[in-house]
């Protein structure tokens, strides 16, 4: 609530978009003032559900809106390189949904593109932003858990065949990598300060698309990481970090607002962190933005443009290895 207001657009008004608007009006005092949709009557519904006071028919005319100071990407995938450019394009600063682009190559041309031109572009991976992981960053910071030798994340949801359709779509950079091991991925790499090495071994679905993955990795400091993620099953979606001196364990739903426990090479509890609220996670990121916004900064310090870039490296070769491509690709 002590962050800025800013007066944000909508693209592409779909499920997460909804939770995002949700959240930002819940626990921000920033608002949605236009929504945009190929489907103006959808965008008119959006418009209704968070009382935004425009709504328009295409995406064109939402980043054209003289009255958005910002750009929420909202769209699958497989559409955040050209909806990020055709933000940047209209001098618009743009949040994109995590994963930020179907690859390393467009996420490089939207980096490029937003830095060229002076504009704020952040990844929204909500998690880096919520304050549980704050305080394994400072755990971490602290040197709290000794040398960091280990991290493990998992996040497996059952969401094929019968789930979105888009997950099994190849068109739409479908598939339980870029849904759901980005959040395994992204934590580890947060965690051991980038990878050195990555070995990836998978499954594919009927369609083509990756529907399950572990990802051994190490980081430059000679730790691991193991990393799984799989959309034929639900997992614990559980995550730790552990070290030399202490560990710390993240629950199910580690991506989400969460409890972190401190723990002793003997198990017993040193210390535990409750977050102060397990609702309405996704605003954190809309206030880190508004932040960095106000002050005049082009990118956030949780989450800088370099590591996005480096995550969607690992990203690329995890499919590469798993033998994975999305149709248009180079």
């Given at each position: 609530?002590?962050?800025?207001?800013?007066?944000?657009?909508?693209?592409?008004?779909?499920?997460?978009?909804?939770?995002?608007?949700?959240?930002?009006?819940?626990?921000?005092?920033?608002?949605?003032?236009?929504?945009?949709?190929?489907?103006?009557?959808?965008?008119?519904?959006?418009?209704?559900?968070?009382?935004?006071?425009?709504?328009?028919?295409?995406?064109?005319?939402?980043?054209?809106?003289?009255?958005?100071?910002?750009?929420?990407?909202?769209?699958?995938?497989?559409?955040?390189?050209?909806?990020?450019?055709?933000?940047?394009?209209?001098?618009?600063?743009?949040?994109?949904?995590?994963?930020?682009?179907?690859?390393?190559?467009?996420?490089?041309?939207?980096?490029?593109?937003?830095?060229?031109?002076?504009?704020?572009?952040?990844?929204?991976?909500?998690?880096?932003?919520?304050?549980?992981?704050?305080?394994?960053?400072?755990?971490?910071?602290?040197?709290l858990l000794g040398e960091v030798r280990a991290v493990e994340a998992d996040h497996g949801q059952l969401l094929y065949p019968d789930g979105p359709q888009r997950l099994a779509d190849p068109a739409l950079a479908g598939g339980a990598l870029l849904d759901l091991a980005?959040?395994?991925?992204?934590?580890?790499?947060?965690?051991?300060?980038?990878?050195?090495?990555?070995?990836?071994?998978?499954?594919?679905?009927?369609?083509?698309?990756?529907?399950?993955?572990?990802?051994?990795?190490?980081?430059?400091?000679?730790?691991?990481?193991?990393?799984?993620?799989?959309?034929?099953?639900?997992?614990?979606?559980?995550?730790?970090?552990?070290?030399?001196?202490?560990?710390?364990?993240?629950?199910?739903?580690?991506?989400?607002?969460?409890?972190?426990?401190?723990?002793?090479?003997?198990?017993?509890?040193?210390?535990?962190?409750?977050?102060?609220?397990?609702?309405?996670?996704?605003?954190?990121?809309?206030?880190?933005?508004?932040?960095?916004?106000?002050?005049?900064?082009?990118?956030?310090?949780?989450?800088?443009?370099?590591?996005?870039?480096?995550?969607?490296?690992?990203?690329?070769?995890?499919?590469?290895?798993?033998?994975?491509?999305?149709?248009?690709?180079?």
């Open positions: 609530m002590n962050a800025p207001a800013i007066r944000w657009g909508v693209l592409a008004p779909g499920g997460i978009a909804h939770d995002w608007a949700a959240a930002l009006h819940a626990a921000t005092t920033s608002r949605v003032v236009a929504v945009g949709s190929r489907a103006l009557e959808r965008a008119q519904a959006f418009a209704a559900d968070f009382g935004a006071e425009r709504a328009h028919g295409s995406y064109e005319s939402l980043v054209d809106d003289p009255g958005v100071d910002a750009i929420y990407v909202a769209s699958p995938h497989s559409e955040h390189h050209a909806h990020a450019l055709l933000a940047l394009g209209a001098d618009k600063p743009v949040l994109v949904e995590k994963a930020f682009t179907r690859n390393a190559i467009e996420a490089a041309t939207v980096v490029d593109v937003a830095r060229t031109r002076g504009l704020p572009v952040v990844e929204a991976m909500w998690t880096r932003f919520l304050p549980h992981i704050d305080v394994v960053r400072r755990c971490l910071e602290d040197r980005i959040y395994p991925v992204s934590f580890a790499h947060f965690a051991l300060g980038g990878f050195t090495a990555v070995q990836a071994t998978g499954t594919r679905a009927e369609t083509g698309v990756d529907a399950s993955e572990t990802i051994a990795v190490a980081g430059p400091q000679g730790a691991i990481g193991t990393l799984s993620s799989t959309m034929l099953a639900k997992t614990p979606c559980s995550a730790s970090i552990s070290g030399t001196a202490a560990r710390v364990e993240i629950p199910g739903w580690f991506y989400q607002p969460n409890t972190v426990r401190l723990l002793g090479p003997d198990d017993r509890e040193l210390d535990r962190f409750e977050p102060p609220s397990r609702e309405h996670g996704l605003a954190y990121e809309a206030a880190e933005f508004a932040r960095l916004l106000a002050a005049g900064k082009t990118e956030s310090d949780l989450l800088p443009l370099d590591e996005t870039l480096r995550i969607m490296q690992v990203l690329d070769e995890v499919r590469r290895q798993l033998d994975v491509t999305f149709p248009g690709e180079d």
